[in-house]
C-alpha cells in the first residue's frame, strides 16, 4: 500500500510542476523538466497514422501506443512498447509490405528504427515472408539487418540462419549462416 501511494504522489507532482509550466507559457522548462525525468513529452493510444507524399497515401503505422521521447537533446525517440504495425506502399499503392514486431524504437534524427519480438516482414507482392526477433530497419537506405536467428519464406525457398540483410521489400538479400532448402536452376 506505501508503494502505491509513493507512486501516486510522485506522478501528482509531475502533473502538477508540467501543469505550473504549461501555465507560465515556458514550454521549454516543461520539455526540459520531463527529459530530465526520463519522461515522454507525449502519449498517444490506439494510434493510426496516415504518410503521404505528393497526395499519395506512402505508409500507414497503428500501434496500440507510442511515446514521444522528441525532447531529447541527445537521440530523440518515439518508443511504441506494446507493438508496432507499418505498411509501406510502392508502385503506386500496388506493392505492399507490411512489418510487425512487439516493440519498437524509432530514432528521429538518424531514421533508423530497431524492431524486436516476434518481428515479421511480408512482402505482399510475392508473398515472402522473413520471421526473426530482432531487425533494424534504415528508413533512408530502405535497408534491414539483423544479426539474429531468422526464418525466409519465398515461393520455393526456406532459408534458416543467423545473420540476414536486405532491402526492405525483402529482394536482394544476404543470408549469413544458413541452412534449408534452395532451389537452383543451371543454364
Not at 50 to 77: A, C, Q, W
Not at 95 to 107: E, P, R
Amino acid at each position: 500500500m506505501r508503494i502505491k501511494n509513493k507512486i501516486l504522489l510522485q506522478s501528482t507532482a509531475v502533473i502538477l510542476t508540467v501543469v505550473f509550466f504549461s501555465c507560465s507559457k515556458d514550454t521549454q522548462k516543461a520539455r526540459d523538466f520531463l527529459a530530465d525525468k526520463n519522461l515522454p513529452i507525449g502519449t498517444s493510444k490506439n494510434a493510426f497514422h496516415v504518410y503521404k507524399d505528393s497526395g499519395r497515401v506512402t505508409s500507414k503505422l497503428i500501434t496500440p501506443l507510442m511515446l514521444d521521447f522528441s525532447n531529447r537533446k541527445e537521440h530523440p525517440y518515439r518508443e511504441f512498447p506494446t507493438g508496432i504495425k507499418i505498411i509501406n506502399f510502392e508502385n503506386k499503392g500496388l506493392d505492399s509490405v507490411t512489418v510487425i514486431g512487439d516493440y519498437a524504437l524509432s530514432y528521429a534524427t538518424t531514421s533508423i528504427s530497431e524492431i524486436r519480438g516476434n518481428v515479421v516482414v511480408v512482402n505482399h507482392t510475392d508473398n515472402s515472408r522473413l520471421e526473426t526477433e530482432q531487425l533494424f530497419w534504415d528508413q533512408k537506405t530502405k535497408y534491414f539487418v539483423s544479426e539474429k536467428a531468422f526464418k525466409l519464406t519465398k515461393e520455393k525457398d526456406t532459408i534458416f540462419g543467423v545473420g540476414f540483410e536486405s532491402k526492405d521489400d525483402l529482394t536482394k538479400h544476404l543470408a549469413k549462416k544458413t541452412t534449408g532448402k534452395l532451389e537452383t536452376s543451371e543454364e
